[in-house]
C-alpha cells in the first residue's frame, strides 16, 4: 500500500495573500503532491470534522464551545493571530480530525502522515501562536479513550518550542514531550516539556543533526511509547522569516529520514504532522514541507 497521506480542503481557511500565517501552503501542498505523483487524484484520505467530544479531551469545555459558535474573545483571537471565524473553527476541526486519522493510519500500516497540523502552541484553557486546537494532543486522548494506546512520544522540531503540548500533558506521565528549537525565539515563556532543548541562533544542519542522533535513540528506549507523533516543522530553515536556525532544504530531508528510520527500525508506528513554516513565496514554501511526504513515502 502507497504512504497513507490524510488531507481535507477545509485545511485551507482562504486568508489573504500575505497574510502573517501563510493559510494558501494547504492547498498547493495538496495540489504539489498530486503533481508529482505521491498522490494519486482522489487518493487523499479525507477526515471529516473532529466532535465537540473529541476536542474536550484536550482543551477546557468553555473554549471548545467558543471556537465551535466561532465566538472566542477578542483577546484570545489577538494571541492567536487571527480571528476565529465560522471557516477557521472549521478549518481547526477537520485538521484536528486528520491528526487523529493519521495517528489511526499509523497504528494500522505503522507510518501515515498529515498535510497540516502540529498546532502545538494551543493550549488547554486557549489558543495561540496560530493555533486554535492542539491536534497532536487530541489525538493521544482519543486513542487513549479509545483504548488503542497507553504511552505515546511527541518528537517536536519544530522551531518553536511546543508549550501548549507541554501544558496539556505536564501531569501526564503516559505522555513524554521533547521539544527542540530555537531557544531565544517565540513563545518568550516557554512552558517546560519533559524535555527541552533549546538551541542557539545560527545553528545548522550538522550541529544540528548530531543532537537529534544523540537524544532520541534514548527516548524509545527509555520511555517505551506504543507510538510517536513528529512535528517535522520547516520553520528550522535559514530561509524562514519567523525562525533562528540555519538548516537547509538537505538538512530537513536528512532530519525526517533520521526520525522516520529510527522510530520504524523501533518497530514504533509513527504519525507525522506538517508543523509551521513561513515564507511569501507559497510555492517554495509548500515544496518545502512535502519534504516530509517524500522522505515518508521511501519508508513504505
Same mark, same amino acid.
Request: charged share 25%; aromatic share 6%.
Given at each position: ?9 477545509h ?15 494547504f ?5 504539489? /503532491? ?11 484520505v ?5 466532535p465537540?467530544?473529541?476536542?474536550? /479531551?484536550?482543551h ?23 480571528? *476565529? ?8 476541526r477537520?485538521? %484536528? ?19 497540516a497540523?502540529?498546532s ?19 489525538a ?16 517536536d ?13 505536564a %501531569?501526564?506521565?503516559? *505522555? ?18 519533559? /524535555? ?31 507510538? *510517536? ?10 530561509e ?18 533520521? *526520525? ?7 518497530g ?16 517554495r ?16
Amino acid at each position: 500500500m502507497p504512504l497513507p497521506i490524510v488531507h481535507n480542503p477545509h485545511y485551507d481557511a482562504d486568508f489573504p495573500l500575505g497574510h502573517r500565517f501563510p493559510m494558501a501552503k494547504f492547498r498547493r501542498i495538496a495540489e504539489i /503532491l498530486v503533481e508529482d505523483g505521491l498522490v494519486a487524484p482522489g487518493g487523499f484520505v479525507v477526515p471529516a470534522e473532529a466532535p465537540a467530544g473529541w476536542i474536550g /479531551l484536550a482543551h477546557e469545555a468553555a473554549y471548545v464551545d467558543q471556537v465551535f459558535a466561532a465566538a472566542v474573545p477578542p483577546a484570545v483571537a489577538r494571541e492567536i493571530g487571527f480571528d *476565529v471565524s465560522p471557516r477557521v473553527a472549521r478549518r481547526a476541526r477537520t485538521a %484536528s480530525a486528520g491528526t487523529v486519522l493519521t495517528a489511526r493510519l499509523a497504528l494500522e500500516h505503522g507510518l501515515a502522515c498529515n498535510t497540516a497540523g502540529g498546532s502545538h502552541h494551543a493550549r488547554r484553557g486557549q489558543g495561540a501562536g496560530f493555533c486554535v486546537f492542539n491536534d497532536v494532543a487530541v489525538a493521544i486522548r482519543v486513542l487513549r479513550a479509545d483504548h488503542l494506546i497507553e504511552r505515546a512520544l511527541v518528537v517536536d522540531l519544530d522551531v518553536h518550542q511546543g508549550d501548549g503540548t507541554a501544558d496539556i500533558f505536564a %501531569s501526564d506521565p503516559a *505522555v513524554f514531550t521533547f521539544s527542540m528549537h530555537a531557544e531565544r525565539n517565540f513563545p518568550a515563556r516557554k512552558i517546560p516539556s519533559d /524535555l527541552d532543548i533549546g538551541l542557539p541562533d545560527g545553528t545548522g544542519d550538522d550541529a544540528y543533526l548530531a543532537v537529534l542522533r544523540d537524544t532520541l535513540p534514548g527516548l524509545l528506549r527509555d520511555h517505551r511509547p506504543d507510538i *510517536v507523533f513528529l512535528n517535522a516543522g520547516v520553520d528550522p530553515h535559514a530561509e524562514d522569516r519567523l525562525g533562528r536556525l540555519a538548516l537547509t532544504d538537505a538538512g530537513l530531508e536528512a532530519r525526517d529520514r533520521f *526520525v522516520i528510520g529510527t522510530v520504524r527500525d523501533a518497530g514504533l508506528p509513527l504519525a507525522a504532522v506538517l508543523g509551521g513554516g513561513y515564507m511569501d513565496d507559497i510555492d517554495r514554501l509548500a515544496r518545502r514541507h512535502t519534504i516530509l511526504h517524500r522522505v515518508a513515502a521511501t519508508f513504505v
